[in-house]
């Protein structure tokens, strides 16, 4: 079985490297010469893991091509890249390849789910199934093979199975699921939340205003994904309460970091000018903002968060803001 990962990036490289461990017929595709280059020669991704060493056994190239045959692509670019890539992968791929996605977001225009994109974008006799790999994995700990355990979620649970038994091993245990929505939705939304606890941080709050903020986070997380069809108990899981804590507690975080330079600035004006990585919880407080308004969810954190980011609101009103809502305004 050939596994193809899209991305050179940190979580591409971090899950080549899991499968190389498990001694997998793996490549890693990017776009990114220097990326590449350190993959092969020096067997580095110094961009992302500076010193760490990756398993010898990891290859990278650059030619698209490589797609052609695989059993397994695995899609490791930011979601707003994953349409197009779908696309100029879609020729290569041959008849029943599962597309394994990890992407936590929504689809920039449209909305959809990283799932709906994938299925969207790629001709259907080429695909077997989408199947998503997420839950709480900072990928600067799975390439050093920190204990992790995540989520395979496919409609199609043998295809779940089949990516279950391709990345487990001693360090990285896989459980499945079948609960694509209220999975997508709780990888999506804990990045909001992230930010959230990252500007909390920055303004000097601690620890009790950490479990408010998660505790909190969750029930909006909840609201909004069964309100499109989650189920409750998967919020529970990996891919809900897991992510949450992981991302809104970890120095790794780019959305936590993203919130903890806002907080301590008092402003979101040199992130916006400056800012050059992978924040997906930016664009995704977004898109909460705009469906929950029309669907009339109430999401009193990510609403702040969406308010910091996109009409300058001064971080530090945000707390009187949530704190002195009007106290009949009380969900479970
Ligand atoms: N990093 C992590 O710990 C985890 C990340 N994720 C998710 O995985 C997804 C990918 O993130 P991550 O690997 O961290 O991101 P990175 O920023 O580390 O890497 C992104 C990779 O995608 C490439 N890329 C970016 N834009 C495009 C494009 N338009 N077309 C083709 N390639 C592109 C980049 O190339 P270049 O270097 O040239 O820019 C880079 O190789 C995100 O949705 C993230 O939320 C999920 C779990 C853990
Ligand atoms: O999703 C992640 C870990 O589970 C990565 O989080 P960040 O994108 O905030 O770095």
């Keep these: 079985m050939r596994t193809v990962i899209i991305g050179s990036g940190s979580w591409g490289t971090a899950l080549g490297q899991v499968l190389a461990d498990n001694q997998q017929d793996v490549i890693v595709y990017g776009r990114n010469q220097a990326e590449v280059s350190d993959i092969n020669e020096n067997h580095h991704n110094t961009k992302y893991f500076k010193e760490t060493e ?44 599962i597309v394994i996605n990890v992407s936590k977001g929504f689809h920039p225009e449209t909305n959809e789910r990283m799932s709906d994109v994938i299925r969207r974008s790629i001709s259907s006799n080429k695909l077997s199934s989408v199947v998503s790999l997420i839950g709480p994995s900072h990928a600067e700990e799975v390439v050093i093979r920190q204990l992790t355990t995540i989520d395979a979620i496919s409609l199609k649970m043998e295809d779940a199975k089949q990516v279950q038994m391709l990345f487990s091993n001693r360090y990285f245990r896989i459980y499945t699921g079948s609960d694509e929505i209220g999975s997508e939705l709780g990888a999506a939304l804990k990045n909001v939340m992230a930010i959230a606890s990252g500007i909390l941080s920055g303004l000097g709050y601690q620890d009790n205003t950490r479990a408010a903020l998660i505790t909190r986070g969750l029930q909006e997380m909840v609201r909004y994904g069964t309100f499109f069809g989650g189920q409750e108990r998967t919020f529970m899981g990996l891919t809900g309460i897991g992510d949450l804590i992981v991302t809104c507690t970890s120095k790794h975080s780019r959305n936590f970091e993203c919130g903890y330079q806002i907080g301590q600035e008092n402003t979101v004006d040199n992130f916006w000018a400056n800012n050059t990585k992978t924040v997906e919880g930016v664009r995704t407080a977004k898109i909460v903002h705009r469906v929950a ?27 009187d803001s949530l704190m002195l809502r009007d106290l009949k305004e009380e969900f479970r």
């Design 54 to 97: 990756l398993n010898p056994l990891l290859t990278a190239t650059q030619d698209l091509s490589v797609v052609e045959g695989a059993d397994f692509v695995l899609l490791a670019v930011p979601t707003i890249a994953i349409e197009d890539m779908c696309k100029k992968i879609d020729g290569y791929l041959k008849p029943n390849t």
């Design 293 to 319: 308004e029309k669907n009339h969810i109430s999401m009193p954190i990510c609403e702040e968060v969406y308010q910091i980011l996109y009409n300058h609101k001064k971080p530090d009103t945000c707390a």
